[in-house]
């Protein structure tokens, strides 16, 4: 039998060809028979947990009994399950899937070139103004010198070249060349912007060459240089056997003092392969162009943009509805777009809102449309799915498909599942998270926490655009989810009305049932025929009486089920211990049961069980071996002291996240001198923070490796707590809601902290943190734990509003600062000394606020340096010494974005190569540049 490894793969490759349609047939098949597989390992793990929590690793019985389950006289799941692996697998291979090359048919993206294929542009006119401006064109009355001004610097040479300069007559031009990002959905229009832009006659006239590359999803520096090449050569035709050397020094040398607009339309994420250096070796020949030059970037990627931008990127939305209701009447009636009849012109306006403002969205429902002048054929497109409607291979679900398949595949699966969701839903990133881990979306690595990788994958997620933040939560625009729904047609399915109980698709793994519809219990009971479903989410209010005979049916019988989330529950059935595959359950609003069925321990792969409104009085005695449970919430939790179940839930609480598990009596045991020695977290809160507990929580815990300090309103000061000989094993400190804290200097020597989270300190001003070497996290939403307590909080400037000082020093393993602009305000002095520079390849934007920064023995600052010093226009004092790492910063960063500086102290930074010049920095008050050998701009 093919390993799933290879199958994943085929499924992958097979998707890029999925426009074919015999390979559509077949895909859903092996995408089945896949699922199939993956229910059957993971009822064998189910069994092999089953002995582990047992604690009898000698017993055969449980996988006797696997095999019994799998094997009934002569049918045999896994031989089944083989056969159509392999002859699917051979099916798709015959057609030479598994030698597909990831790359996208011109069928469904065609290339494009600089001239406008649209005879007028509708509603982009501020657009194309800001980027003529951005582009540095000059204004119309100053035309006539452009070019005579442009001759003239590339022969002498600029001021900035003769002042101070150490070369004299061989001084070359500096390079010089912006990088500016249009980034947007598929189908908004950022080609046709472009293509406005090449051909405007202004910025012809402004730029010496122009040269337009589409990349689409390959970004090969080879064919990019050639075309390059290619595109001044006019009629020579480039030889093929030209190697990259040549390619470039061709490019080089054509380009070299004059004025260039590059544009590269379409790219993607494989631009920024290798951390980077593809793209830098595309852009190794461009550093002799003339200042002022430009590179035009076209994405769908927010990533892209954010790591090549040298300016601030500009995100293109949809078209206002004025202007795009005369778009839509244009793709419609063309030129008879001005008599419209008044029927369809209301069926027309009550069509647009379903296209969110997309030109290429309105393009291909005017062309369904215009089949037929007819208002019963409108108001049936008006009814019907945008999703569900007949597309061509250039249309705007198409269009956007292309984005879903350039994913890699553990994305692609967490991406197509959110179309179980309906629109406009609000998305929580780290619920969303822990589901896809339920679901088995996220790969497991050996030295990440799962949780981290499945928030990484939601990163991922929101930096290709799938995502969009939205008051304090994350919501996927319209057209994105009507893609979804499309890729996912076989696999997810959501009921709106009664109706749809009808629609539902045999193969169906994941269903939601909104609130809104209404349901009978024959109803609910017909869904217990989709024997494949993984995913039951019944948003929807039902009758306590119905709902607990309509659950025990649910899990008799739906027993693939792994993620189940209802609105109100009065008791679990007991057959709810034959969900053996359940790895999420939540309980969203009322839930009356006080304790869980005898059985429910047997949930073994149980993983995150979320009952907030729920009032338990006690546990199973058998929790434990609950093995794989990692997330457990309730809104009390009532024991009585002295029980075997207290005891071994104290045991066992390391298990559960702290904030989730605050038993009323703790503050006693804080006094005790019977504390187990098993605790490794504490939650304190005023009541605990009181008396002599404060002298006795050092040598109380001394093993203590995690502390929560949250709601003490009084406190101004952490000495007591948290100096290294009370806390030696401290890991993580977690700082909530104390309004009155206002110097944090204590954080010194602690040696084993890994995590400092803290949020909602209003009255902190300073936060100084020493030799912390084992540190690697500072803010409020670490990655990989739950942050129900402040999910809601959509301000992330509230965090720490009046910080005005922060100073690390010595902490050699930082990775991550919270977002610096966001988290840190009014942050003034910034120092961060013989530490990691945090953010490692992602870079940090300081806040506009900074009016110092002192950066001393830190690595790698090139990951920082530029995009750092963007909008500090408050910055008087830069100091950046004997630092490693490249550093070059363009000469236009000085007067736009520092113009306030006026102290810049460079030492001992051997990697600097570039501040812009002398005439950059001219009008810096005070300028020390010292021992940095590669520096050669300015005598030093």
Request: net charge neutral; charged share 25%; proline share 5%.
């Amino acid at each position: 039998m093919e390993t799933l490894p290879v199958v994943y793969n085929l499924i992958s490759r097979a998707e890029w060809k999925s426009h074919e349609k015999c390979v559509a047939e077949l895909l859903p098949m092996l995408k089945d028979a896949v699922c199939e597989a993956e229910d059957l390992i993971d009822e064998f793990t189910w069994h092999e947990l089953k002995v582990s929590a047992e604690g009898n690793a000698t017993s055969v019985q449980p996988y006797i009994d696997f095999f019994r389950s799998v094997t009934q006289g002569s049918f045999n799941k896994v031989t089944d399950i083989q056969k159509r692996l392999n002859t699917l697998s051979s099916q798709l291979k015959d057609m030479g899937i598994h030698q597909v090359t990831p790359r996208f048919d011109k069928v469904v993206r065609p290339e494009t070139s600089s001239f406008p294929t649209e005879a007028k542009m509708f509603g982009r006119e501020e657009e194309v103004k800001q980027l003529i401006k951005f582009l540095g064109v000059p204004a119309k009355r100053d035309r006539a010198n452009s070019k005579r001004k442009r001759t003239r610097s590339a022969i002498t040479g600029s001021a900035s070249n003769q002042v101070n300069a150490r070369h004299g007559k061989n001084e070359t031009v500096i390079p010089k060349f912006s990088v500016l990002p249009i980034v947007g959905h598929g189908g908004v229009g950022k080609t046709t912007l472009a293509q406005n832009i090449c051909s405007h006659p202004q910025v012809k006239s402004h730029f010496d060459m122009v040269i337009w590359i589409c990349v689409s999803d390959d970004f090969d520096v080879k064919r990019l240089t050639k075309e390059a090449v290619q595109s001044y050569s006019k009629r020579d035709v480039v030889k093929d056997n030209l190697n990259l050397n040549s390619l470039q020094d061709s490019l080089a040398i054509k380009l070299k003092a004059k004025r260039l607009l590059l544009v590269l339309d379409d790219m993607w994420d494989d631009a920024l392969r290798e951390n980077g250096q593809c793209w830098n070796r595309f852009c190794a020949p461009l550093k002799d162009v003339l200042h002022g030059s430009m590179i035009l970037v076209t994405t769908r990627s927010q990533n892209v943009a954010d790591q090549v931008h040298t300016m601030d990127p500009i995100k293109l939305d949809g078209l206002k509805d004025t202007v795009f209701w005369d778009f839509f009447k244009h793709s419609v009636f063309g030129l008879n777009s001005s008599h419209i009849e008044p029927e369809l012109e209301l069926i027309g306006r009550d069509i647009l809102p379903k296209l969110m403002g997309s030109p290429l969205a309105a393009k291909t429902v005017g062309r369904l449309l215009q089949t037929s002048l007819d208002a019963t054929h409108w108001e049936n497109i008006l009814n019907s799915e945008l999703w569900d409607l007949p597309q061509e291979e250039t249309d705007i679900l198409p269009a956007l498909r292309l984005s879903y398949i350039y994913l890699p595949p553990h994305l692609k699966r967490c991406f197509s599942f959110c179309a179980v969701y309906p629109k406009d839903h609000k998305f929580q990133k780290q619920s969303l998270a822990e589901i896809w881990i339920a679901e088995g979306f996220v790969e497991p690595r050996v030295d990440i926490p799962i949780e981290n990788i499945g928030l990484q994958y939601f990163d991922d997620l929101v930096n290709r655009s799938f995502f969009e933040k939205h008051r304090g939560a994350y919501v996927i625009h319209d057209l994105i989810h009507d893609m979804a729904q499309l890729v996912s047609k076989d696999d997810c399915f959501t009921i709106k009305v009664e109706s749809d109980f009808k629609k539902i698709p045999i193969s169906i793994r994941h269903l939601s049932i909104l609130s809104c519809v209404k349901i009978d219990k024959d109803s609910l009971l017909s869904l217990c025929k989709y024997k494949n479903l993984r995913t039951l989410l019944c948003n929807k209010s039902i009758r306590s009486m119905v709902l607990a005979s309509v659950m025990d049916r649910w899990c008799t019988e739906l027993l693939r089920i792994r993620v189940f989330l209802c609105t109100s529950v009065r008791e679990f059935p007991e057959s709810i211990n034959n969900l053996k595959h359940l790895r999420y359950l939540e309980v969203s609003w009322s839930c009356t049961f006080k304790s869980f069925p005898s059985g429910f321990c047997n949930l073994y792969n149980l993983q995150g069980l979320y009952a907030s409104n729920c009032t338990l009085e006690c546990l199973p005695n058998d929790l434990s071996k609950m093995i794989k449970l990692r997330r457990f919430k309730s809104r009390t939790l009532k024991y009585h002291r002295g029980l075997e179940t207290s005891l071994s839930l104290l045991s066992y609480s390391g298990k559960f996240h702290h904030c989730w598990f605050e038993p009323r009596n703790l503050p006693s045991f804080l006094s005790s001198d019977e504390i187990p020695s098993s605790r490794r977290s504490v939650h304190m809160t005023p009541e605990v923070l009181t008396g002599d507990n404060k002298k006795k929580i050092g040598s109380n815990f001394s093993s203590l490796t995690e502390l929560t300090i949250k709601h003490c309103n009084t406190l101004s000061s952490l000495e007591q707590f948290v100096q290294p000989d009370y806390v030696p094993g401290i890991r993580k400190i977690n700082i909530v809601y104390c309004e009155r804290l206002v110097s944090l200097s204590s954080f010194k020597d602690l040696r084993c902290l890994e995590v400092l989270k803290m949020w909602n300190l209003p009255a902190l001003k300073r936060l100084y943190i020493y030799v912390c070497r084992s540190l690697a996290f500072i803010g409020k939403s670490e990655p990989g734990f739950s942050n129900h307590s402040h999910q809601g909080d959509s301000s992330s400037a509230g965090t720490f509003p009046s910080l005005t000082d922060l100073t690390i020093s010595n902490c050699s393993k930082l990775q991550i600062v919270d977002d610096l602009p966001g988290s840190f305000p009014s942050l003034k002095n910034l120092k961060i000394f013989d530490s990691q520079l945090p953010n490692g390849q992602m870079g940090m934007k300081l806040p506009s606020s900074l009016e110092k920064l002192e950066l001393h023995g830190c690595e790698d600052l090139s990951a920082w340096f530029p995009r750092c010093l963007e909008n500090l226009g408050s910055l008087w004092l830069m100091e950046v010494t004997y630092c490693k790492g490249e550093l070059s910063i363009p000469g236009h960063m000085w007067s736009s974005n520092l113009a306030s500086l006026r102290l810049l102290n460079i030492e001992g930074c051997p990697d600097l190569v570039s501040v812009g010049g002398s005439e950059a920095i001219a009008g810096i008050a005070s300028v020390i540049i010292d021992r940095c050998p590669k520096f050669e701009e300015l005598e030093q």
